[in-house]
């Protein structure tokens, strides 16, 4: 495993332990507070717009700080910004816990947000500065546990709730952050010069000139990231509803969608050592469109004729959300440029996928069927293709920064 020739011996066994209790808390907030929407509706009088804009803040909080973390890695370095990511996180999640009016939950969920936005764009340069030749592993390890972090919370939010209070339910998810910023906080304290941002030294090694949105390798990331995620809330808000109209009960609607976001472990578990051996992956996203395209036909037509088939093959093609976090570093040489990456991709791929539920719904309820929201989807399974051919092919984004340039 590579490290730092100056620093401790145990200090990579610090920095994965922080990447991983870190990845654990990338969605925390959201998946422990939209089980709870009826409570919190009752609680404080909010009806369903005021809950739709709750359930839309994540992928624009993402999208926003996104954008924003790599030029905050940039002033003060992958390790300080991994610190605030989880800082933030904690207390936007006892804020929230604390609050006694619409506006206060609102706050706490943005601060909480902002925290794991970050969070989700530090994350891979850190895995590339540290662990540079453990890529496959490192992400298989990060992203597993940031798919348990986001089934516990939704797993556990009700039955927490009924026994102590919904503020303890939301709340207590803020012991893991702070537990999440300790690796953090004790480097600062303890090695302090391992936190310290690399010099600057001119190359394509380090950071490049230019912007991301330069880059094709860039807008094939965040198509095929975007798309991906579309998809994903799309089916978390209606999958339930499409099942129950069609004849199927509220709780086999819940079973369905707890096993969509199950079959996310399996592509956290599978894709990245299968992505780092592959030269060019497009065969991968390729079978994630198909199995799209077979179960968006199946609940299209015959909903009910097999829905553990087509949730299954749903869930089996979003492994290219694992796979869009795995390239972020076979994509890049220096941490710098997994940065850039990281930001661009999140931060447009969130952008676009906050159309989908809303576009989805806005579809279904003018035509009063679900054939327009299906051709979407289908559409969006041909931006998938087209993101994925441009982000495989074999080759790095500080190439295409430099060919920009001249």
């Known amino acids: 495993m590579t490290f730092r020739p100056t620093a401790p011996r145990l200090l990579p066994t610090l920095v994965l332990v922080g990447i991983a209790l870190s990845a654990f ?32 803040l994540p992928t624009a909080a993402f999208a926003v700080f996104g954008v ?45 947000l902002a925290g794991m936005g970050i969070g989700n764009v530090v994350l891979p340069p850190l895995v590339k500065r540290w662990f540079p030749d453990r890529v496959g592993a490192v992400s298989t390890l990060y992203i597993t546990v940031l798919q348990l ?42 090695h302090r010069d391992a936190l310290a941002a690399p010099a600057p030294v001119a190359g394509p090694t ?6 991301a949105s330069r880059s094709p390798i860039a807008w094939g990331m965040a198509l095929m990231f975007g798309t991906t995620s579309l998809i994903t809330y799309a089916m978390f808000t209606w999958l339930p509803l499409l099942l129950s109209q069609a004849g199927a009960s509220p709780a086999f609607g819940g079973a369905m969608l707890a096993m ?26 390729a079978l994630c469109a198909a199995c799209h395209v077979v179960a968006f036909t199946g609940l299209l ?54 159309a989908g539920p809303l576009l989805f719904g806005v579809l279904h309820a003018a035509t009063g069927g679900w054939h327009w929201p299906f051709a979407m989807l289908y559409l969006v399974v041909g931006l998938l293709l087209t993101g994925g051919w441009l982000a495989c092919q074999p080759r790095v984004l500080e190439d295409s920064w430099h060919r920009a340039e001249r």
């Open 260 to 285: 969509f976001a199950a079959f996310g472990l399996i592509g956290a578990l599978a894709m990245p050592s299968i992505a780092v051996r592959m030269r060019n992956p497009f065969v991968l996203v």
């Open 68 to 112: 924003a973390t790599p030029a905050l890695t940039r002033r003060i370095g992958l390790e300080r910004t991994a610190l605030l990511a989880m800082s933030l996180a904690a207390a936007g999640l006892v804020v929230r816990s604390l609050a006694q009016d619409v506006a206060v939950l609102a706050l706490g969920a943005v601060i909480a």
């Open 206 to 211: 380090t950071t490049p000139p230019g912007r």
């Open 25 to 56: 808390n990338l969605r925390t907030a959201v998946t422990s507070l939209t089980p709870l929407l009826d409570v919190l509706g009752s609680a404080f009088g909010f009806g369903a717009a005021t809950a739709g804009l709750l359930g839309m």
């Open 149 to 190: 972090g986001t089934m516990l919370p939704a797993l556990l939010a009700v039955p927490v709730a009924d026994a102590l209070g919904w503020r303890i339910s939301m709340g207590a998810w803020a012991v893991t952050a702070v537990a999440a910023a300790m690796p953090w906080l004790w480097m600062l304290l303890h």
């Open 301 to 354: 037509l015959a909903p009910l004729a097999a829905p553990v088939v087509w949730v299954m093959l749903i869930g089996l093609g979003t492994c290219t959300f694992p796979l869009s976090l795995t390239l972020i570093n076979l994509r890049t040489r220096s941490p710098a440029g997994s940065a850039a990456l990281s930001g661009f991709m999140q931060g447009v791929g969130y952008a676009l996928s906050c």
